[in-house]
């Protein structure tokens, strides 16, 4: 059965790093949203099989989608982690070949089950 398995979560120290993983095969557009406690989930990144990415702008410079198509692997490496990154990470997948991708949760229609990341001050 179809499933997305995110890993790689954990507690860190404002300015610090993680990365994290998303098991995952058969997408043409892959992305990272994130819902923080009583807020909607957002976009936080996103990349297409041309390996096309758009971040949104709170993470830019800061974070970078990747894929290794080999090991059916995406990738989110976080770097000067701030406390408002706290947040359940979510790993997202589309299988339409002509996916648009994006940071809308309406272009994806599989989803992992999430990973904590907490950034304390």
């Known amino acids: 059965q179809v499933q997305l398995v995110e890993s790689g979560g954990g507690s860190v120290q404002a300015g610090g790093s993680l990365r994290l993983s998303c098991a995952a095969s058969?997408?043409?557009?892959m992305g990272w949203f994130r819902q923080a406690p009583g807020k909607e989930r957002e976009g936080v990144a996103s990349?297409?099989?041309?390996?096309?990415?758009i971040y949104a702008d709170s993470v830019k410079g800061r974070f970078t989608i990747s894929k290794d198509n080999a090991k059916h692997t995406l990738y989110l490496e976080m770097t000067s982690l701030k406390p408002e990154d706290t947040a359940v990470y979510y790993c997202?997948?589309?299988?339409?070949?002509?996916?648009?991708?994006?940071?809308?949760?309406?272009?994806?229609?599989?989803w992992g089950q999430g990973t904590q990341v907490t950034v304390s001050s």
């Open positions: 997202a997948g589309e299988r339409v070949r002509y996916c648009y991708g994006g940071l809308r949760e309406i272009n994806f229609g599989f």
């Open positions: 990349i297409k099989g041309d390996g096309w990415e």
């Open positions: 058969g997408y043409n557009c």
